[in-house]
């Protein structure tokens, strides 16, 4: 049976709860508490798994890509570490060659792209558009993101198929 809470607990809960809800909503708690939270998980053929939080991504190189996409208006501006450098996190890059990486969104949607493409496309894992990172509700927290308009042969709805949004999980095959 639950205790009751008497009128002393509801108001001590009722102050503890709002100090929480108070510090949450200064900008440097948030970013603190936002930059652990896991927003890639990458399973290897090897079993070896990482958890990677925006921080972690933040310690990687980044890089910018100006580059028009079938899906938006316009050229746009992305910043994110190299999916190469991402992947070389658990494992030497050269082992993925030949390699199939299972992708999947947050709704679940999946999609399998070469791991050659790492090498031969350098595609990012654009944590930013525009200056701003990239929120579920428009496309992130990554998109994988070709450099299109670097390159004919990428625009080609064989990569195009390949963009990924709202990607959360990687999986080696």
């Given at each position: 049976?639950?205790?009751?809470?008497?009128?002393?607990?509801?108001?001590?809960?009722?102050?503890?709860?709002?100090?929480?809800?108070?510090?949450?909503?200064?900008?440097?708690?948030?970013?603190?508490?936002?930059?652990?939270?896991?927003?890639?998980?990458?399973?290897?053929?090897?079993?070896?798994?990482?958890?990677?939080?925006?921080?972690?991504?933040?310690?990687?190189?980044?890089?910018?890509?100006?580059?028009?996409?079938?899906?938006?208006?316009?050229?746009?501006?992305?910043?994110?570490?190299?999916?190469?450098?991402?992947?070389?996190?658990?494992?030497?890059?050269?082992?993925?060659?030949?390699?199939?990486?299972?992708?999947?969104?947050?709704?679940?949607?999946?999609?399998?792209?070469?791991?050659?493409?790492?090498?031969?496309?350098?595609?990012?894992?654009?944590?930013?558009?525009?200056?701003?990172?990239?929120?579920?509700?428009?496309?992130?927290?990554?998109?994988?993101v070709y450099p299109r308009?670097?390159?004919?042969?990428?625009?080609?709805?064989?990569?195009d198929d390949r963009w990924?949004?709202?990607?959360?999980?990687?999986?080696?095959?």
């Amino acid at each position: 049976m639950p205790t009751p809470l008497y009128p002393e607990t509801i108001r001590r809960r009722q102050f503890l709860g709002g100090g929480a809800a108070i510090l949450l909503s200064l900008p440097a708690v948030r970013a603190r508490a936002d930059s652990r939270q896991i927003i890639l998980k990458i399973t290897y053929s090897t079993g070896k798994s990482l958890a990677l939080s925006d921080a972690d991504l933040a310690a990687l190189p980044w890089h910018n890509l100006r580059t028009h996409t079938f899906w938006t208006d316009g050229v746009q501006e992305f910043r994110g570490p190299s999916l190469r450098d991402v992947m070389a996190l658990g494992t030497e890059a050269e082992t993925l060659r030949g390699k199939t990486f299972r992708m999947k969104a947050l709704n679940e949607f999946s999609v399998e792209v070469p791991a050659d493409d790492m090498f031969d496309s350098n595609p990012l894992l654009a944590r930013e558009m525009n200056g701003r990172p990239m929120q579920v509700r428009d496309k992130g927290p990554l998109w994988l993101v070709y450099p299109r308009d670097d390159r004919p042969d990428l625009q080609n709805p064989v990569y195009d198929d390949r963009w990924i949004w709202q990607l959360n999980d990687i999986k080696v095959l």
